[in-house]
């Protein structure tokens, strides 16, 4: 069932997210995507995650398509003028790429060419009505377009803020439902009791809200997250488990499904799950989560 369907039906959407390799070698990524094939929704293949250098999100979503593998382009608005974006944006729905998802981009100063130039010819807003433009067959000077895409939109949100940047947040959120955005994939989530006070400002009837499940790989992993990742809390007690654990991979995976879990029975739309570079433990984390 396409996405959109999926979310339109209130069914539980299961996303991954694969990060393209820095290199022109996809043979990994295509037998990782194979192992779970069948068993999500699409993938998500970020663009230049954390401003690292990677093959395009454009490029692995094309590959992964023609693989049957059905992806959510990730587009950024650090890296290409408004030129090159909407050329993208064309070029993806030409190749089969019916979702897309639009992204800021992280800061390019802690990214692997520290010396690159922002772009931002955009922000996500500008981007996301461009977006709707094309969907009424026009681009964004509103000259007429051979033939309009029909995306189902996606974007992001930061589920841990609080106070004054919570607000901020929600006026955002309502601002992108208005430009068309069907889901929004927040950032990663373990802190349920802090989730659940964010969740209670979301009108989730309009919008799929979609959380992040993020595969810890150590204590240590963990304790750095909570301690430097603004806006991201880890309880003690999870931190604690993992480091007690005599497997502390079945420990992490087992965090991931129980989080998964109450995610469903808290009548989330779906989770993204991200391995951050362990996609081959993916099938562990849904054999777990029984999904």
Avoid at 104 to 118: F, K, L, S, T
Wanted: glycine share 8%; aromatic share 6%.
């Amino acid at each position: 069932m396409p996405l959109r369907d999926k979310i339109k039906s209130g069914e539980f959407v299961v996303l991954g997210e694969f990060e393209p390799p820095k290199g022109a070698d996809f043979s990994q990524l295509l037998k990782n995507a194979n192992q779970i094939k069948g068993r999500l929704d699409a993938l998500v293949v970020p663009e230049m995650a954390n401003a690292v250098m990677k093959a395009s999100s454009l490029g692995g979503c094309a590959f992964l398509q023609l693989h049957g593998i059905p992806t959510i382009f990730q587009t950024c608005c650090r890296d290409r003028n408004r030129l090159a974006l909407q050329a993208d944006i064309l070029s993806a729905w030409a190749l089969g790429i019916s979702n897309i998802i639009a992204v800021p981009g992280e800061d390019i100063r802690y990214g692997d060419h520290p010396q690159a130039r922002d772009v931002y010819d955009l922000n996500t807003e500008q981007l996301l009505e461009t977006l709707q433009n094309f969907q009424t067959g026009k681009d964004m000077v509103g000259i007429e377009l051979k033939g309009a895409p029909d995306f189902c939109i996606g974007s992001i949100i930061n589920a841990g803020a609080i106070g004054g940047a919570l607000d901020i947040e929600i006026e955002n959120l309502q601002k992108m439902t208005a430009l068309g955005v069907r889901f929004v994939v927040t950032s990663p989530v373990f802190d349920l009791h802090r989730f659940q006070q964010f969740i209670k400002r979301i009108d989730t009837a309009k919008v799929a809200v979609i959380p992040t499940v993020m595969l810890l790989k150590s204590a240590g992993m963990a304790r750095y997250i909570d301690r430097n990742i603004k806006n991201i809390s880890i309880p003690g007690d999870m931190i604690r488990d993992i480091q007690k654990a005599p497997d502390k991979l079945k420990q992490c995976i087992g965090i991931s499904a129980e989080l998964i879990g109450h995610f469903k029975e808290m009548g989330m739309a779906g989770v993204m799950i991200s391995t951050v570079g362990w996609e081959d433990k993916l099938p562990q984390v849904l054999d777990a989560a029984r999904l």
